[in-house]
């Protein structure tokens, strides 16, 4: 019986992880920003933020490596003051997992704030009730159903990533290898077992995400049907 090291497994978990947590704060902050605010460039500003979706992996690694590489404006300043590059290692492999999460992550919370009745945070501010505490209390409730789902989508977006990582992380085994990239060179290098191996883990992550997703949706709808 062969025995695969597992710590493409362990890698991909900690990035997925990592990123999944900034993109979900992010994602909160950029949402409520929006659904709270008109102003001009708006529309620019949200097509930005779903640019990812749109872009070849290449164009997403290419633009992270102009921005983080070592001639790069964050580059430097990330070696100048913390002293730790971002190209060729696990920090590069989570930044790319969250730019290409981060849109979806965006969608699901943005769709679960508008389906807010504004009504009741409106009786809350009457009530002298503050700002943060009528999100907390009243708006993330009421939105979780749907932040949850970005939140699932997200993650398992995060640990099949595979163009930008490459560009920007590499391929270094133990350091940067994610499971797509050990699928990827398991094949270049004829091992087709090894590839298999990783293709039936990822897929069974994903399809063990969208079952959950899924079922927790329709689980709510019902709840929300018999209310």
Do not use: C, H
Not at 149 to 164: M, Q, S, W
């Amino acid at each position: 019986m062969i025995v695969y090291d597992l710590s493409p497994l362990w890698l991909s978990l900690k990035v997925a992880v990592i990123s999944t947590f900034f993109v979900f704060v992010v994602s909160l902050a950029l949402a409520r920003f929006m659904t709270r605010r008109d102003f001009f460039g708006k529309s620019f500003l949200e097509a930005l933020i779903l640019l990812p979706l749109v872009l070849p992996p290449t164009v997403i690694g290419f633009g992270l490596i102009v921005l983080f590489g070592v001639n790069g404006p964050f580059g430097i300043l990330l070696e100048q003051w913390f002293g730790f590059r971002v190209v060729f290692t696990w920090i590069g492999a989570a930044i790319a997992s969250f730019v290409v999460s981060l849109p979806l992550m965006y969608q699901s919370v943005l769709a679960a704030f508008e389906k807010v009745d504004p009504r009741w945070e409106n009786v809350a501010r009457t009530m002298g009730v503050s700002e943060w505490r009528i999100f907390r209390t009243i708006t993330f409730p009421l939105a979780w159903s749907g932040i949850l789902a970005g939140l699932i989508l997200a993650f398992a977006r995060g640990i099949g990533e595979f163009g930008a990582t490459l560009m920007i992380a590499g391929y270094i085994p133990g350091v940067t290898e994610t499971i797509p990239l050990a699928i990827y060179f398991a094949y270049e290098a004829g091992d087709m077992e090894k590839a298999l191996f990783w293709v039936l883990i990822v897929s069974s992550l994903g399809v063990a995400a969208i079952t959950w997703v899924n079922y927790w949706r329709k689980k709510t709808a019902i709840r929300i049907g018999r209310e």
